[in-house]
């Protein structure tokens, strides 16, 4: 694969993927606002089948100017076909078929001495994969700084309510003290000075295990970070392997290759020989923790500053020609919903063939921001499949954290919403076909009643057979042409509504999306109810889901309310079920009607919904930002003829003016900072 991250950039320049800009842009807030609007550019969301068509914009960034001696790369693998090229294949679920092929040749019978003798390639093969130490300096230690200065990178500071100046890939080394055996995880670190930072792991991660372990023994705890290097070892570090995996043997995999390792200069760990720059240093488990935040993070929200450990640096060594990686997070999409589709697209293999092998396929759609929403279709073959697969993946690593679930079975395309949308429609009854529970969520969930503990809820959108063997579905609910407005009889006489989204509807698909500025106590639930009882008494057949969001949100675009609402919803908390009149769904088979629901999307306030906890704030570029970037645009972007078209930039790097998308959220905006007021 990649012997350096240079040679990485040129990869990407070579497939004209990259553009180089010469002209300093400030890493405080500049790069960022720069690069979400390249990340924003084609409007694409990331598809296993694809990426649509049209002139593509959006490239990895080469900022050659930082006002530092490290020029900065981002955005590398923001796209599918970045990802692609960073895990060496043509299709994101090669790796898959890879994995199923190793497991086969393992697992399958050996009937024979030949048949065992067969095996010995593919033996050879993983041990092949397994890192390697080596004695001596590596490249990562060319350099190594007198007094070491993390302010000498150029950290960036992303948003206007950042805490301050963060490391966004950071690739970071810890060791069970107990039985050695190393984790690689990718936790956000925020800078306090030349010589301490912070390091963010929560609490369900390994590395915050290990600290746990060193905090019993009273012993320091050893921590060595990663910059640059193959990308693979930032996308490792970022998989949800089993904790007994090591991340290195899993990047041999991917690349085919091993990882030479090399021992740090200061602490007893050992690091890429090939990572750009590396940061040596310890955590002390009985130093009291440092307050580190707010943050904008990948749900689109800041996460809110909390207390984390010191981490002490003690080297920093780098190479002659280093290259400072980096990341933005925020609204999606951004370069992190590329690496969550190919994470999505790798693991399927394992979980079917490990847990689930009734799933045919899973997606994860950006607008839930990972854990939110999770689809998946299986092979249902007997009553209650459905509910297996729900226990299993709730239970199932990181998937403990999902928040909604849907599961399908059919001909139905995961990846393809309306289908999606149509699948539930028809198939779920929301009185029977909804399944709530509670656990362990996300702790940059905000919607939570209680921290890092929440609602869940599954769908079950197969199809069901009654009784007697009849297909049970449910038709279309709205008549066809049947429009409504917010301001029209009877919908207008509903205190609170601003906007009603019914496109759905119009195509026969039973959800409503509706906006509404709440101002009272139990308003979401009062409206629900007056809204199921308004369509019976107007001869309306009523939909079966309706989703609140706030009235600052356009709920014509069904990708921002499914983003926004994703993210302020509690299943269990914020849903109400409406039960429907016996015959109100003309040819229903069951002879029955049909529940509905009701689902709050709303912000939560103490005032309004005994909601006790802070909440955050979307995250925005600020109007000075936005300015200046507008301002030196054409400077960054395009050539003294004026430029060219985007699809004919290439590695030459002019773009077209892009437009803030920050311009569109600010509306969005809450009063305050990071933490909205009430």
């Not at 842009?25 to 609007?37: F, G, Q, S």
């Not at 925020?190 to 369900?204: E, I, N």
């Not at 579905?473 to 019914?502: F, T, W």
């Not at 570029?621 to 507008?630: L, N, Q, R």
Request: glycine share 8%; aromatic share 8%.
């Amino acid at each position: 694969m990649y012997k350096s991250q240079q040679d990485y950039i040129e990869a990407l320049e070579k497939a004209g993927e990259l553009i180089r800009i010469k002209e300093f842009v400030d890493p405080i807030l500049e790069i960022a606002e720069v690069v979400d609007r390249i990340s924003k550019a084609d409007d694409v969301s990331p598809s296993p089948r694809g990426e649509g068509s049209g002139v593509r914009r959006n490239k990895a960034l080469l900022f050659e100017n930082t006002g530092t001696g490290f020029p900065l790369l981002i955005n590398a693998m923001g796209s599918e076909k970045r990802m692609c090229l960073t895990l060496g294949v043509d299709d994101l679920d090669d790796v898959g078929k890879d994995i199923e092929a190793i497991f086969h040749s393992l697992s399958s019978p050996k009937n024979s001495i030949i048949d065992k003798l067969k095996v010995l390639p593919e033996l050879g093969k993983i041990s092949s994969w397994m890192p390697k130490t080596r004695s001596g300096r590596g490249e990562c230690q060319e350099i190594v700084m007198a007094d070491p200065d993390i302010t000498k990178l150029p950290v960036l500071k992303c948003w206007p309510h950042d805490g301050g100046n963060f490391l966004t890939l950071p690739i970071i080394h810890t060791v069970d003290p107990n039985n050695g055996i190393r984790n690689v995880g990718l936790y956000r670190m925020q800078v306090f000075g030349p010589k301490l930072t912070a390091l963010h792991w929560h609490k369900h991660k390994v590395s915050a295990g290990h600290f746990n372990e060193y905090k019993k023994l009273g012993k320091r705890m050893p921590v060595a970070v990663a910059l640059g290097g193959d990308p693979l070892y930032v996308f490792s570090a970022a998989c949800p392997l089993p904790p007994n995996m090591d991340e290195y043997m899993f990047t041999g995999f991917l690349r085919k290759k091993k990882v030479e390792l090399v021992k740090c200069l200061t602490q007893d760990m050992y690091v890429p020989a090939d990572a750009d720059i590396i940061i040596e240093g310890y955590v002390d488990p009985n130093e009291e923790f440092i307050l580190e935040g707010p943050f904008g993070d990948h749900t689109g929200y800041y996460s809110l500053a909390d207390y984390y450990p010191k981490f002490h640096i003690t080297a920093i060594t780098h190479k002659k020609n280093a290259i400072y990686p980096a990341t933005i997070v925020g609204i999606p999409p951004q370069e992190d919903a590329y690496i969550g589709k190919a994470i999505e697209r790798i693991f399927l293999t394992p979980i079917k063939m490990t847990i689930l092998p009734e799933i045919i396929d899973m997606h994860m759609p950006v607008e839930g921001v990972f854990h939110n929403l999770v689809i998946v279709k299986i092979k249902n073959e007997y009553e209650g499949h459905a509910q297996k697969v729900m226990n299993a993946m709730w239970g199932a690593g990181q998937m403990m954290f999902n928040k909604i679930l849907v599961v399908t079975d059919g001909d139905v395309n995961i990846h393809n919403y309306a289908e999606v949308a149509r699948a539930i429609s028809n198939n779920v009854d929301p009185a029977s076909d909804i399944y709530f529970s509670q656990g362990p969520m996300d702790v940059l969930d905000h919607a939570c009643s209680k921290f890092a503990f929440g609602g869940k809820m599954c769908l079950d959108a197969t199809k069901k057979v009654t009784p007697s063997h009849e297909l049970r579905s449910q038709p279309s609910v709205v008549p066809k042409g049947k429009e409504m407005r917010a301001d029209s009889p009877p919908l207008g006489e509903l205190e609170g509504v601003v906007a009603i989204n019914d496109s759905l509807l119009q195509l026969g698909i039973s959800v409503l999306f509706i906006s509404v500025k709440k101002d009272r106590k139990n308003h979401i639930k009062e409206l629900n109810e007056k809204l199921f009882s308004t369509f019976h008494s107007s001869n309306l057949p009523a939909p079966k889901f309706i989703i609140y969001v706030e009235h600052t949100v356009d709920v014509s675009d069904i990708k921002d309310t499914m983003w926004r609402f994703a993210n302020n919803f509690d299943p269990k908390r914020d849903s109400y079920l409406t039960p429907t009149l016996k015959g109100e769904i003309q040819g229903h088979p069951l002879g029955r009607g049909v529940s509905g629901i009701g689902m709050d999307g709303t912000r939560k306030t103490k005032a309004l919904d005994n909601f006790d906890r802070p909440w955050p704030n979307i995250i925005c570029a600020d109007e000075t930002t936005i300015k200046s970037v507008d301002e030196k645009w054409n400077r960054l972007f395009m050539s003294p003829s004026g430029g060219l078209p985007a699809d004919q930039a290439g590695n030459k790097g002019e773009v077209p003016f892009i437009s803030s998308p920050s311009l569109k959220y600010r509306k969005m905006l809450y009063k305050g900072g990071a933490v909205a007021e009430d």
